[in-house]
């Protein structure tokens, strides 16, 4: 973080600052260092130990500002609501911005201070400052004088000395790394019961607190780009409702239209159109707005924790600041990994079927005449194909959709409005034929002239819902024996390199000759042991690299996969044999990667050596796909390797915001056996990002 960006908060004016950063929340008293003084909520909201005691219902408290409910119990407050003595500089800051000149002598408590003792945090007024400059251990204490401190945006000369709870005469300048502590200590605790010698590790507070605000200030950018998306997903919601409202106005001129061509006799049936479409463009905009607000709230929380981060970054005090950056890190990685939604729940997806509306009027107006409405929510559109597709053949496929909450997303009978294109490898697009085998489900079939990618797209009018690419094989390939199905979900926004697989087991390809056909295992995903920031579909035939909601969630944290950020295939190879499978991966870049960044990792490794690292390359008997950011290269590229052993170096991708890779990845291992003495530990296929 710049300096210009820490000191942002402190550029707010005295009122604004003690508004936000020096009142309780509930009761909006200064805070002080006695009853009123301030406890930090987990979202990093302050609110004064008066009202933290009066508000605790049943184990939690409400932050009266984002309304998020918090675990507190009153015996143990310190764990999860931790005094927040950075305050009290904030406070002193504030009292010299806002009149230098009324801030009263710290040592005689009689006159108006002119000078501030750096080392001592003390307002010294000139007969005090007098003394100060003639005691041997102040003499040399820097004074700042209040007029020129007036005009800082730095905190540096406001660091209250922080004394030892356990030995009251000691400054807390040390901190103890041990697990069980992981505090600031003095020189006594350091002696008697922080010893090295006790296995405890002492550190100065400068020094770790100098880590650790690295650490905030990496989570810090991480929020500030989650927040940057949560107000993008916003303005998309605002676009919606703007489309549903111009499509509200659009269906109402259609309606008015061919009503008024009907006259007298259809001027019922007008009536009951419009209550329709007011009733479907409220339903949307009522969603809409409900989801828009949320988002609001979403940005408001992030908002207030960057600047209450922000803020706290800015300070010198590093006990103080120590006291409070685990709630402040929890705070922050807890914005930066919460999941959200980020499509509209609702679109515009609706209109005003007049076809036939002349003919036989009085007969046919409520068949023929009706407000049609479809709510497909793209993250949930699922393309199912049951077989191999194959150049000149017709191809079938499957595609479920529903809305945002998995409901069935359209009538039945109201599929006009929706389109299915396929767009070969030339560019060429071809119309499916779509027809509905259910509310929930589409069957889209056409044949291809030619072999290689082609592009699926479900749309509703002009709004893609949906969008697959199918690999076409050409005459006369083998075909082999295909088991499970091949799914592939509606494109969504992604952040970050993501990476999404589907194990699929087709024949193999290549150069090598076979003299008998390889087994081909239906491989799906371990649901239940998948590290709890991935996701697994029900069927285990989708691994993506963020969590979602779902009955996954519900498996211990404990049972999962703790270093290895992937999951495991339920597909152990437990007899010697010749084995093939393929997996089809989707990443897209969202910002260039550094260093050498993992984009994701497809092996097999003996079962004991999972999760004992970050990835399973370089483990002994392994053979590893890597993708990631290669530095020389500047690229991501693919680094193929056997135990610690590099194969194979190929680049994938460039290092650029918006490149994309759709590939497919095959493994054919002729040699996997089990044998001996590992006999008990079997290599399993594994996925990671």
């Not at 002080?32 to 009066?54: G, I, M, Q, W, Y």
């Not at 009292?95 to 003390?122: D, H, I, L």
Request: charged residues 25%; neutral net charge; glycine residues 6%.
């Amino acid at each position: 973080m710049g300096k210009e960006e820490m000191a942002g908060t402190l550029t707010l004016s005295p009122d604004e600052l003690t508004t936000v950063f020096l009142q309780c929340k509930i009761c909006t008293k200064i805070f002080d260092d006695d009853e009123n003084h301030p406890r930090l909520l987990p979202c990093l909201h302050t609110v004064c130990f008066e009202c933290v005691k009066s508000h605790i219902n049943g184990g939690k408290i409400t932050c009266p500002v984002c309304k998020e409910d918090h675990q507190a119990k009153p015996d143990n407050l310190n764990a999860t609501l931790p005094r927040d003595n950075s305050r009290r500089d904030l406070y002193d800051f504030v009292r010299v911005k806002r009149a230098p000149s009324a801030v009263g002598c710290t040592g005689c408590g009689k006159n108006m201070a002119e000078q501030r003792c750096k080392e001592c945090a003390e307002f010294l007024c000139k007969e005090c400052e007098n003394a100060h400059m003639r005691v041997s251990a102040t003499k040399n204490h820097t004074l700042i004088r209040l007029d020129s401190l007036k005009q800082s945006t730095s905190m540096s000369a406001f660091c209250q000395p922080q004394m030892c709870p356990d030995h009251t005469d000691k400054v807390l300048e040390l901190y103890c790394s041990k697990e069980s502590c992981m505090k600031p200590v003095c020189m006594m605790c350091a002696i008697v019961t922080c010893s090295t010698n006790t296995g405890h590790k002492i550190n100065t507070c400068g020094e770790v607190a100098s880590r650790q605000k690295e650490h905030i200030s990496s989570l810090l950018e991480d929020v500030r780009e989650v927040g940057s998306d949560v107000r993008a997903v916003t303005d998309s919601v605002s676009a919606e409702i703007v489309n549903v409202r111009n499509q509200h106005e659009g269906t109402l001129a259609e309606i008015d239209d061919t009503f008024n061509a009907l006259q007298e006799i259809i001027e019922r049936g007008r009536q009951k159109m419009k209550e329709n479409v007011k009733s479907v463009t409220d339903k949307k905009i009522g969603v809409l707005e409900q989801q828009k607000e949320c988002l609001r709230e979403h940005t408001k929380r992030i908002k207030d924790s960057m600047d209450f981060s922000e803020q706290a970054l800015t300070h010198t005090n590093a006990p103080a600041f120590l006291q409070i950056e685990k709630t402040v890190a929890d705070r922050l990685d807890y914005l930066k990994n919460k999941t959200y939604d980020r499509e509209p729940y609702k679109h515009a997806t609706f209109g005003f079927h007049r076809e036939g509306l002349t003919n036989d009027v009085q007969k046919c107006i409520e068949r023929s005449a009706k407000i049609w409405t479809a709510s497909v929510y793209l993250p949930r559109t699922k393309f199912t194909i049951p077989k191999e597709p194959m150049q000149n053949e017709a191809v079938s496929i499957e595609i479920d959709i529903s809305d945002n909450r998995g409901n069935a997303p359209v009538n039945v009978n109201d599929l006009e409005a929706f389109t299915t294109v396929a767009e070969d490898p030339s560019g060429s697009k071809t119309d499916c034929r779509l027809t509905a085998k259910s509310d929930r489900q589409l069957q889209a079939s056409f044949t291809p002239k030619d072999a290689g990618k082609f592009k699926i797209e479900l749309k509703i009018l002009d709004k893609v819902v949906g969008s697959y690419v199918l690999d076409v094989k050409p005459s006369g390939f083998n075909k082999g024996t295909l088991r499970g199905s091949t799914e592939q979900k509606g494109l969504g926004s992604q952040r970050g390199a993501q990476s999404t697989r589907r194990p699929v087991p087709p024949p193999p390809t290549g150069k090598e000759q076979l003299t008998h056909d390889p087994e081909r295992p239906d491989i799906t995903f371990d649901i239940a042991h998948a590290h709890k920031d991935v996701s697994v579909s029900p069927d285990g035939k989708m691994f993506q690299n963020w969590s979602t909601d779902g009955a996954q969630e519900m498996v211990p944290n404990n049972s999962r996969l703790q270093r290895y950020k992937g999951a495991v295939g339920n597909f152990g190879f437990q007899h010697p044999g010749t084995f093939f499978y393929e997996m089809h991966v989707d990443f897209k870049v969202k910002k260039p990667l550094d260093k050498s960044n993992l984009v994701f990792e497809i092996g097999i490794a003996r079962k004991s050596s999972i999760g004992t690292k970050l990835v399973v390359s370089g483990e002994k008997f392994a053979w590893s796909m890597i993708a990631a950011h290669h530095t020389e290269c500047d690229a991501i590229c693919l680094h193929i390797a056997n135990g610690s052993h590099i194969l194979h170096h190929q680049k994938l991708a460039e290092n650029k915001a918006g490149c994309a890779l759709q590939k497919n990845f095959c493994l054919l291992s002729t040699r996997i056996s089990v044998a001996g003495k590992y006999k008990t530990e079997v290599g399993n296929i594994c996925c990671a990002p």
